[in-house]
Every structure is written in structure tokens, then in C-alpha cells.
């Protein structure tokens, strides 16, 4: 039994390795080199676990997509009232700053997904749950009477997610010009005019 879990850490810490390589030298340019000696070893025992470069990206750009929704929908299934599910689903969904790893090679890997078909299926099934979470949020506020929307559900998720992607884009990017507060405040203000307000 101990083998099994052996390796199911060394996965773990070789798509965190990945993370941080990719975050030192932009996925267009990664080696399994690189990766390896984030990870301390040699690629030979990378190559144990995965077959390639390609696959251990496909894993990780998986254990990414499900760790950033998984955990958001969490957090939110946690609140009761609509309007500070909205306010932390905002706040959940925007990097934590310039050195966000996790995020910055999520969008890296979104230009991956012309080249590649899993890479592809992997960016919009985010997409799809990206828009599942903020419909779910809309529906209980409508629902609750708190939200009285100007837009069609649909039509405010696909915004709400169009704007956590393009700040968030800006924030991983190091534009000075944008940080979280700002992103953060503009989406609630956003939120507050298309009648879903937040709690603050």
C-alpha cells in the first residue's frame, strides 16, 4: 500500500516542480531539464512517471484546472448569502498576485490548446465550470430576491468570467497598473450595476 501513495506524492511534487520551472522559464521555452532540476532530480526519473514533457503538462494542467475550480467552489458552497458567495467568488477567481505560479500557467497553457487536443478539452471544461460557478451564485441570488440581474444569467457569467480572465491576465502579467484590489473592486462595481451587488 505505501508504494502507491509513494508515487502518487512524487506526482504531486513533480506538477508543483512543473509549476515553478514553467513560472522561471514560460512553458514555449520548458525542458524536461528544467523540470528536473526544480525538482531535484534527474529526467530519468521523471521519465518513470511520465512519458514526456507533453504528458507530465497534460497532468499538470489538469490537477491545475481542478485545483483552482475545485477549491473556489468549495469556498463558496461554504456561504449562504448570494451576495458574499459572488464577492468570494470574485475574490477566488483573481491570481494573488504577479508571482501566482498556479495561475500564470493556467494562461500559458490556454495558448497551448491550439496545438493540442487535451489541452483544448482542458481549457474549456474550465471555461465550462468557470460559468457553472457564477450561474449557480446568479440562480440563488435571483432566487433569494437579492439579485434583480439587467442580463440573462448566461450572459452575466460569461461576463463575470471575461473579466476575472482579462485582470487576472494583466496581474500575472506584472502590469503595475492593475493589481488585485483594483481588479477586485472593479468586478464588484461591475456586479453592483448589473444588479448583483455584494456584500462589499
Given at each position: 500500500?505505501a508504494?502507491?501513495?509513494r508515487q502518487?506524492?512524487?506526482r504531486?511534487?513533480?506538477?508543483?516542480?512543473?509549476?515553478?520551472?514553467?513560472?522561471?522559464?514560460?512553458?514555449?521555452?520548458?525542458?524536461?531539464?528544467?523540470?528536473?532540476?526544480?525538482a531535484?532530480?534527474?529526467r530519468?526519473?521523471?521519465?518513470y512517471y511520465y512519458?514526456?514533457?507533453d504528458?507530465?503538462?497534460?497532468?499538470?494542467?489538469?490537477?491545475?484546472?481542478?485545483?483552482?475550480?475545485?477549491d473556489?467552489?468549495?469556498?463558496v458552497?461554504?456561504?449562504?448569502?448570494?451576495?458574499?458567495?459572488?464577492?468570494?467568488?470574485?475574490?477566488?477567481?483573481?491570481?494573488?498576485g504577479?508571482?501566482?505560479?498556479?495561475?500564470?500557467?493556467?494562461?500559458?497553457?490556454d495558448?497551448?490548446?491550439?496545438?493540442?487536443?487535451?489541452?483544448?478539452?482542458?481549457?474549456?471544461g474550465?471555461?465550462?465550470?468557470?460559468?457553472?460557478?457564477?450561474?449557480?451564485?446568479?440562480?440563488?441570488?435571483?432566487?433569494?430576491g437579492?439579485?434583480?440581474?439587467?442580463?440573462?444569467?448566461?450572459?452575466?457569467?460569461?461576463?463575470?468570467?471575461?473579466l476575472e480572465?482579462?485582470?487576472?491576465?494583466?496581474?500575472?502579467?506584472?502590469?503595475?497598473?492593475?493589481?488585485?484590489?483594483v481588479?477586485?473592486?472593479?468586478?464588484?462595481?461591475?456586479?453592483?450595476?448589473?444588479?448583483?451587488?455584494?456584500?462589499s
Amino acid at each position: 500500500m505505501a508504494r502507491p501513495k509513494r508515487q502518487e506524492a512524487r506526482r504531486a511534487a513533480l506538477i508543483e516542480a512543473t509549476y515553478a520551472a514553467g513560472r522561471a522559464h514560460g512553458l514555449r521555452s520548458l525542458s524536461l531539464t528544467d523540470v528536473a532540476e526544480q525538482a531535484g532530480l534527474t529526467r530519468g526519473a521523471i521519465l518513470y512517471y511520465y512519458e514526456d514533457l507533453d504528458a507530465l503538462l497534460v497532468e499538470a494542467h489538469s490537477a491545475g484546472v481542478e485545483r483552482f475550480c475545485d477549491d473556489r467552489d468549495r469556498l463558496v458552497a461554504t456561504i449562504d448569502d448570494p451576495r458574499d458567495r459572488l464577492g468570494a467568488a470574485i475574490d477566488a477567481g483573481l491570481p494573488t498576485g504577479s508571482d501566482d505560479a498556479l495561475m500564470s500557467l493556467l494562461y500559458e497553457f490556454d495558448v497551448l490548446a491550439g496545438n493540442s487536443e487535451l489541452h483544448d478539452e482542458l481549457v474549456q471544461g474550465m471555461y465550462l465550470r468557470q460559468l457553472a460557478t457564477y450561474r449557480g451564485i446568479l440562480a440563488a441570488g435571483r432566487e433569494a430576491g437579492v439579485f434583480a440581474p439587467r442580463l440573462e444569467d448566461d450572459e452575466l457569467a460569461m461576463t463575470f468570467v471575461a473579466l476575472e480572465d482579462a485582470y487576472g491576465l494583466h496581474i500575472v502579467g506584472g502590469n503595475a497598473l492593475m493589481t488585485v484590489d483594483v481588479a477586485a473592486a472593479a468586478m464588484r462595481a461591475v456586479a453592483r450595476d448589473l444588479g448583483c451587488p455584494t456584500s462589499s
